[in-house]
């Protein structure tokens, strides 16, 4: 019975759910819904493999999976996802995604995850803390520059992997950490709510100190 017990955990849950979820917003949920439809049509009353699955998202969506599914499912550790942002004058001029790699032995080399990802923009408007823009952008390698925010007015909290789309810890800049503090409270999304208590947790759990603000 123990062994039992053990066979399934966060990782066979969490993240396995987590890793789906990434893939159908990788492809996107219509292109994701068609190939399976194909899918299951094609290969009704037998046995595939992940392959087959692979391939039918791959005709609907146009994306080689391949190298995807190399780096997420055969590949071991989580990847965190942190702001830079640069604001003058309350408008922001500049803003990156930077991707930090897992704990790898000596010789492995580092891995950088693909993940797609919504930026949520949040502003206190009668005294609470509502979304009030929101970005999609693809994520891979150690920096990635998202130009469609810079000339955005400065936000009191920017929230990467608004929606939880992705399996990655993610961080809280130095801004938007303040805003978070004062008005966690004032969220009504609690999706919201547990993304910014769960960066909170991740970075007391590493031993991290909040940065500066570029402002």
Same mark, same amino acid.
């Given at each position: 019975?123990?062994?039992?017990?053990?066979?399934?955990? #966060?990782?066979?849950?969490?993240?396995?759910?987590?890793?789906?979820?990434?893939?159908?917003?990788?492809?996107?949920? &219509?292109?994701?819904?068609?190939?399976?439809?194909?899918?299951?049509?094609?290969?009704?009353?037998?046995?595939?493999?992940?392959?087959?699955?692979?391939?039918?998202?791959?005709?609907?969506?146009?994306?080689?999976?391949?190298?995807?599914?190399? @780096?997420?499912?055969?590949?071991?550790?989580?990847?965190?996802?942190?702001?830079?942002?640069?604001?003058?004058?309350?408008?922001?001029?500049?803003?990156?995604?930077?991707?930090?790699?897992?704990?790898?032995?000596?010789?492995?080399?580092?891995? !950088? @995850?693909?993940?797609?990802? @919504?930026? #949520?923009? !949040?502003?206190?408007?009668?005294?609470?803390?509502?979304?009030?823009?929101?970005?999609?952008?693809?994520?891979?390698?150690?920096?990635?520059?998202?130009?469609?925010?810079? #000339?955005?007015?400065?936000? &009191?909290?920017?929230?990467?992997?608004?929606?939880?789309?992705?399996?990655?810890?993610?961080?809280?800049?130095?801004?938007?950490?303040?805003?978070?503090?004062?008005?966690?409270?004032?969220?009504?999304?609690?999706?919201?709510?547990?993304?910014?208590?769960?960066?909170?947790?991740?970075?007391?759990?590493?031993?991290?100190?909040?940065?500066?603000?570029?402002?």
């Amino acid at each position: 019975m123990l062994f039992r017990s053990v066979n399934f955990d #966060g990782i066979t849950y969490a993240k396995g759910a987590s890793a789906l979820r990434q893939l159908v917003a990788w492809v996107g949920e &219509d292109r994701f819904v068609q190939g399976i439809r194909q899918y299951f049509k094609k290969h009704a009353w037998r046995n595939t493999e992940l392959t087959d699955l692979l391939h039918e998202l791959e005709l609907a969506s146009g994306r080689d999976l391949g190298d995807w599914t190399q @780096r997420w499912l055969q590949t071991a550790g989580v990847n965190t996802l942190r702001p830079e942002v640069t604001a003058e004058d309350g408008v922001i001029s500049a803003f990156t995604v930077l991707q930090d790699t897992p704990v790898a032995p000596p010789g492995v080399a580092q891995i !950088y @995850r693909p993940h797609h990802i @919504r930026i #949520g923009l !949040y502003d206190v408007e009668h005294r609470s803390l509502v979304r009030t823009g929101v970005v999609e952008v693809d994520v891979d390698g150690p920096m990635t520059l998202v130009p469609e925010l810079a #000339g955005r007015k400065l936000p &009191d909290l920017v929230l990467l992997n608004d929606d939880d789309l992705t399996f990655a810890k993610i961080r809280l800049d130095a801004h938007s950490s303040q805003a978070a503090v004062a008005h966690l409270s004032d969220i009504d999304n609690h999706l919201t709510r547990a993304l910014i208590w769960g960066a909170a947790w991740d970075m007391t759990r590493d031993g991290e100190k909040i940065g500066r603000a570029h402002v």
